[in-house]
Nanobody, 122 residues
Framework: QVQLVESGGGLVQAGDSLTLSCAAS????????MGWFRQAPGKEREFVAA????????SYADSLKGRFTISRDNAKNMVYLQMNSLKPEDTAVYYC???????????????WGQGTQVTVSS
């Protein structure tokens, strides 16, 4: 059974940094592309970042480039999202996703986590 479990969310102030983690199990993690998406209240889910199986290729939402960084540790079956200079508009539930194919910004990843809430106060 595939499980993706996000952690690291919380309440922070504008300008703070936060790192989200996603622990994967039940799949061959080193062969999976991983993605982060987010969904704010009343809005559609949107792409945040993605990383290919070996970490060589990454993709980011244009509006987030330079503030967010995705990384992975295949030895630990973990993927991370480092978020800097957080803004109130970054408030959302952040989801981790996995797929055996490179999906980048497409949101039809095969596996999804339950999400972790990030709230940025002004």
């Amino acid at each position: 059974q595939v499980q993706l479990v996000e952690s690291g969310g919380g309440l922070v102030q504008a300008g703070d940094s936060l790192t989200l983690s996603c622990a994967a199990s039940g799949l061959v993690f080193s062969r999976c592309a991983m993605g982060w998406f987010r969904q704010a209240p009343g809005k559609e889910r949107e792409f945040v970042a993605a990383i290919i199986w070996n970490g060589v290729t990454t993709s980011y939402a244009d509006s987030l480039k330079g503030r967010f960084t995705i990384s992975r540790d295949n030895a630990k079956n973990m993927v991370y999202l480092q978020m800097n200079s957080l803004k109130p508009e970054d408030t959302a539930v952040y989801y981790c996703a996995a797929d055996s194919s490179w999906k980048a910004a497409m949101d039809d990843y095969e596996y999804w986590g339950q999400g972790t809430q990030v709230t940025v106060s002004s």
